[in-house]
């Protein structure tokens, strides 16, 4: 069965391992996260907030995949 929890399920540990720029990523994601559900919280109008958040989930695939490309694709020299 296809699992479907999202980033916000992942061990905080576990980003210790990861190299600086998809850490860097995800603390953007944890913050943009907060204050989304802040403003959820409260009632406020989170359009710029969920843009945002958004953006850092955006930034997050793009920093796994840029990982993953370097991992696969080893410079020859």
């Known amino acids: 069965m296809a699992s479907t929890r999202g980033l916000d399920d992942l061990p905080r540990d576990l980003v210790d391992d990861f190299p600086g720029y998809v ?3 995800f603390h953007a994601y944890r913050q943009s996260s907060a204050a989304l559900r802040l403003y959820r919280r409260r ?3 989170d359009s710029a907030v969920r843009l945002q958040h958004d953006r850092n989930t955006s930034a997050v695939t793009a920093a796994i ?3 993953e490309h370097r991992e696969m694709n080893p ?3």
């Open 23 to 25: 850490r860097q990523a």
């Open 43 to 45: 009632g406020w109008n």
């Open 65 to 67: 995949e840029k990982w």
């Open 75 to 77: 410079s020859l020299f």
